[in-house]
């Protein structure tokens, strides 16, 4: 059974950093493509960066330069630390496989706000 479980979102100022985990139960994760997700108020959910089982990384030209995505194999996680964090990131971010998705998780609560 796939279980996604994301933590460590929580309410920011503009110009501040987040680190959030998902703890990914899928088999063979260690060769599956992941990626972080986020859903805006009001707007569909949107992919903002894959990572794939060798380390390579791409991200939405909506958050190049700000944050930074990885995964650890051995422990199924992947993480996403958000830096310079800006008013419109504010959303639910969600871990999930790059393609296609599985059952989503709860995902976590990200504010930036002044």
């Known amino acids: 059974q796939v279980q996604l479980v994301e933590s460590g979102g929580g309410l920011v100022q503009p110009g501040g950093s987040l680190r959030l985990s998902c703890k990914a139960s899928?088999?063979?994760?260690?060769?599956?493509?992941m990626a972080w997700y986020r859903q805006i108020p009001g707007k569909e959910r949107e992919r903002i960066a894959r990572?794939?089982?060798?380390?390579?990384?791409y991200y939405d030209e909506s958050v190049k330069g700000r944050f930074t995505a990885s995964r650890d194999n051995d422990q199924h996680m992947v993480f996403l630390q958000m830096n310079n964090l800006k008013p419109e990131d504010t959303a639910v971010y969600y871990c999930?496989?790059?393609?296609?998705?599985?059952?989503w998780g709860q995902g976590t609560q990200v504010t930036v706000s002044a």
């Open positions: 999930n496989k790059n393609s296609p998705v599985t059952t």
């Open positions: 899928i088999d063979y994760f260690d060769i599956t493509p």
């Open positions: 990572v794939f089982n060798g380390g390579e990384v």
